[in-house]
T-cell receptor
Framework: AQSVTQLGSHVSVSEGALVLLRCNYS??????LFWYVQYPNQGLQLLLK????ATLVKGINGFEAEFKKSETSFHLTKPSAHMSDAAEYFC???????????WGAGTKLIIKP | NAGVTQTPKFQVLKTGQSMTLQCAQD?????MSWYRQDPGMGLRLIHY???????DQGEVPNGYNVSRSTTEDFPLRLLSAAPSQTSVYFC??????????????FGPGTRLTVT
């Protein structure tokens, strides 16, 4: 069965530091993977997606993610955190049988001044 | 475009009451869905629809009904509210899911409390 695991329900970094949010997936077929961001009291919006065209995917607001098949990972990174990055981030994989999204539990990113 | 709109933003219900959460989209999306979001559990799919007149159950459909009479609207009905339905509800829409171009657009959410 396909699944998504996000390591760390909360991640805290200092402003200007590297952001690393971890996502591991399980899938028996080549996966299609997504990162969504949810700002406080808002809905989710797409940050970036992996659709097998390139293993390094660039998204909005300076975020990027690298697909590593050998590690079944799709970690999200940003070189320098900004206060406006404080939000909850969700990783998701497309369920192969019916194209629904399977969601990770989310990681809340906290930015320290 | 307004995108995906949801009403109300907040609602408090007593156990046993019924209500309808409204969702509308103006992007001519065929696919619409309802999720609930609970702390530490990500999003869980309640019901979805691939077009007017077609609905199907997600992973947590019990206690909820949906209908899709038009492309634009996809209301979610709580038949007899229970405290376990206290949650934040999101409506989302997209074109028919295609693996390499799949993006869902989300509404702002409805925060429901059942006492």
């Amino acid at each position: 069965a396909q699944s998504v695991t996000q390591l760390g329900s909360h991640v805290s970094v200092s402003e200007g530091a590297l952001v690393l949010l971890r996502c591991n997936y399980s899938s028996s077929v080549p996966p299609y993977l997504f990162w969504y961001v949810q700002y406080p009291n808002q809905g989710l919006q797409l940050l970036l997606k992996y659709t097998s065209a390139a293993t390094l995917v660039k998204g909005i607001n300076g975020f990027e993610a690298e697909f590593k098949k050998s590690e079944t990972s799709f970690h999200l990174t940003k070189p320098s955190a900004h206060m406006s990055d404080a939000a909850e981030y969700f990783c998701a994989v497309v369920r192969d049988s019916n194209y629904q999204l399977i969601w990770g539990a989310g990681t809340k990113l906290i930015i320290k001044p | 475009n307004a995108g995906v709109t949801q009403t109300p933003k907040f609602q408090v219900l007593k156990t046993g009451q019924s209500m309808t959460l409204q969702c509308a989209q103006d992007m001519n999306h065929e696919y619409m869905s309802w999720y609930r979001q609970d702390p530490g559990m990500g999003l869980r799919l309640i019901h979805y629809s691939v077009g007017a007149g077609i609905t199907d159950q997600g992973e947590v459909p019990n206690g909820y009904n949906v209908s899709r009479s038009t492309t634009e609207d996809f209301p979610l009905r709580l038949l007899s509210a229970a405290p376990s339905q206290t949650s934040v509800y999101f409506c989302a829409s997209s074109h028919i899911p295609i693996r390499d171009s799949y993006e869902q657009y989300f509404g702002p959410g409805t925060r429901l409390t059942v006492t």
